[in-house]
């Protein structure tokens, strides 16, 4: 039986386990909700790369249109072009549908300038990695459903990073199961708070980091959906909430 936040709290393993601070942090006010059922929903959305928005099962599918077999050139991101604040609370419905693959959550992301990520003042983008990782972007991500070579398939980790760079900033076990034994929906969430990222899956704690306090880390900013090809997933009910004090 899958516990609440509150029962997981209350059990005594989020003292060892993540910064209570922020994860015990109660989802406020509701700031951004999206159902991403029928195109009318993404219709600001904007697609970085080649790639396929459907909705056959009343959920945001996103397929790459291109063959895997060209590498990164057949990647793609896909942005919501909201500015949320800090100290917030990502969540989203996820079902992974088709292997191999991967999946990113790109979030407090904006030009290093402050622009906003869409800017057409930043350097254009087309869904290779490098071009947001060795750019003018700023931003944290989150890969999760790592399936795409045979190591990510034979050891699933989920990894948070920081960009410019590809600097790892923590890692923790991701329980999302091969497409044959998934039983999807799963509630992603992402704490975001200041220095801290709290990633959980179904209430399930998979990694928690706190940053440095010399250094300057991003804020406010943009989401983002990177998936790798050929994986094929769908996405719903996209809320962000601010976190209570």
Not at 2 to 12: D, K, P
Not at 56 to 74: F, I, K, T, V
Not at 225 to 235: D, G, H, K
Request: glycine share 6%.
């Amino acid at each position: 039986m899958r516990l609440t936040r509150r029962q997981w709290l209350a059990s005594g393993l989020a003292a060892s386990a993540l910064p209570s601070s922020l994860f015990a942090a109660e989802p406020g006010e509701l700031i951004y909700a999206n159902p991403m059922t029928s195109p009318s929903d993404v219709a600001k959305f904007k697609m970085e790369g080649d790639a396929k928005v459907d909705f056959p099962n009343q959920r945001m599918q996103l397929s790459a249109l291109r063959d895997a077999s060209e590498g990164q050139a057949s990647n793609f991101v896909y942005w919501c072009p909201e500015v949320f604040p800090d100290h917030i609370e990502i969540s989203w419905n996820f079902w992974p549908l088709k292997e191999p693959g991967l999946c990113i959550l790109f979030f407090a992301a904006q030009g290093q300038g402050g622009e906003h990520v869409l800017s057409p003042t930043l350097k254009p983008r087309a869904g290779i990695y490098d071009q947001y990782t060795k750019s003018d972007v700023e931003a944290l991500q989150i890969s999760y459903f790592r399936r795409r070579w045979e190591e990510e398939r034979a050891f699933h980790l989920a990894n948070l990073r920081y960009a410019p760079g590809f600097e790892l900033l923590a890692q923790g076990a991701d329980p999302l199961p091969d497409v044959e034994d998934a039983k999807p929906p799963y509630r992603i969430r992402i704490l975001k708070s200041g220095r801290q990222v709290v990633f959980t899956i179904n209430d399930l704690p998979v990694l928690n980091w706190t940053g440095a306090n010399e250094r300057k880390w991003p804020t406010k900013g943009s989401v983002g959906f990177r998936q790798m090809a050929p994986l094929v997933a769908e996405y719903s009910d996209l809320e962000v909430r601010r976190l209570k004090p």
